[in-house]
């Protein structure tokens, strides 16, 4: 080290030296902010980019959940609609058959058998009101038929259950039935509909399960047959 | 001496440069976080469109899925009605004489708890 004081040249020189390193150590700090900064770029960028990937992926995962659940409805709402074609039509087949039953119930009436029928209907009404005073009440055509069946009930009744009936004749119903008879008791609490109409009406309903096979076979969905 | 004033001048000088430097390299930075950002949504938004046609494809594929297979059942319905009204028109008449038969049928019976009294 010089220990004499330095010449222009050497203060010269000694100045630029420290000239240099500071702008050295400015140019090498500069250079770390820098690559610091492009590394921070790189990862804020793919932060928020994945982010909102996230979210629009959840987003649209719900859209499709939601129109795959939205076609299932379609379907299934064919397939009712479909079922309840088909059960429709079965129901207008049946009312037809019903509807043709009931006219044709009428001729029953004329046919030979009728009296033998009323008595059958008589006795059956006898021996479940289990009276001793009845009223029978029949249309007017049957009038004559009611009074020889009768007579013969009442001695089957008899027959039957050992016990005596005493009867009337009503001719009350109306005409635009098709037949049979009506029972009342004598304390006129009880009636029994016996007639060709609410017989046809009771086996309408109790018959169901029958007519069904008749018509359109075994049900394949039914596991448990008696 | 003035010459040490003079150097003084320029170590400030080149001091004041270097700041400069420093200065433009933070600034670059904060450009940097910035144009990160923009990036970011433009990538975002090209995604999202993306995923909005998948979603549009998909959606088109199965619509008419439905209109297929609405067309599926409405034929399968319609051939198990005709065979519904043919198996009908068979047995319709046999059942109807049935119906009217039983209507007939009579078979009177004494209650099953009651003994006939005799004489």
New interface residues.
């Given amino acids: 080290m010089a220990s004499r004081p330095m010449n222009d040249e050497e203060v010269l020189s000694e100045m630029n030296k420290m000239v240099a390193f500071i702008k050295q150590e400015a140019l090498e700090k500069a250079r770390e902010i820098r690559v610091k900064a492009d590394e921070e770029f790189a990862i804020e960028k793919a932060k928020l980019v994945k982010q909102e990937q996230q979210a629009i992926d959840a987003q649209y995962e719900k859209k499709r959940k939601g129109a795959e659940v939205a076609q299932k409805i379609a379907h299934s709402t064919l397939t009712n609609k479909s079922r309840l074609r088909l059960l429709h039509l079965r129901e207008q087949n049946l009312q037809d058959l019903f509807q043709a039953a009931r006219e044709q119930l009428a001729t029953l009436a004329s046919s030979s058998q009728y009296v033998q029928f009323l008595q059958g209907v008589l006795v059956q009404g006898f021996l479940q009101l289990l009276d001793t005073e009845v009223n029978i009440h029949v249309r007017e055509v049957d009038a004559a038929a009611a009074k020889q069946a009768a007579d013969a009930a009442s001695k089957q009744y008899t027959e039957i259950s050992g016990r005596q009936v005493k009867y009337e004749l009503v001719t009350s119903l109306s005409p635009d039935l098709a037949g049979g008879i009506k029972l009342v008791t004598g304390s006129k609490r009880i009636t029994l509909d016996n007639t060709l109409d609410e017989r046809l009406r009771l086996l309408e309903d109790r018959m169901l399960p029958e007519i069904r096979n008749d018509l359109y076979g075994n049900n394949e969905n039914r596991k448990f047959y008696t | 001496m003035a ?1 040490q004033s003079q ?1 003084i001048q ?2 400030l000088e ?2 004041k ?3 400069k ?2 200065q ?3 600034q ?2 904060t450009q ?2 910035k ?3 923009s ?3 433009k ?2 938004e090209a ?2 469109a993306q ?2 046609q ?2 549009k494809a ?2 088109a594929s ?1 619509a008419g ?2 209109q297929s ?2 067309a599926t ?2 034929k ?2 319609n051939a ?2 005709a065979a ?2 043919q ?2 028109d068979e ?2 008449d ?3 004489k ?3 038969d ?3 049928l ?6 099953r708890n ?1 003994k ?4």
């Fill in positions: 010459g150097s320029t170590l080149a001091e440069d270097a700041q430097v420093v433009q390299a933070r670059h930075r940097r976080l144009d990160a950002r990036e970011a949504t990538e975002i995604y999202k995923k909005e998948e979603f998909y959606e199965h899925n439905t297979v609405q059942v409405d399968e319905t198990k009605l519904i009204s198996q009908f047995s319709r046999a059942v109807v049935k119906l009217l039983r209507v007939v009579v078979e009177p019976e004494l209650h009651l006939k009294l005799g004489a």
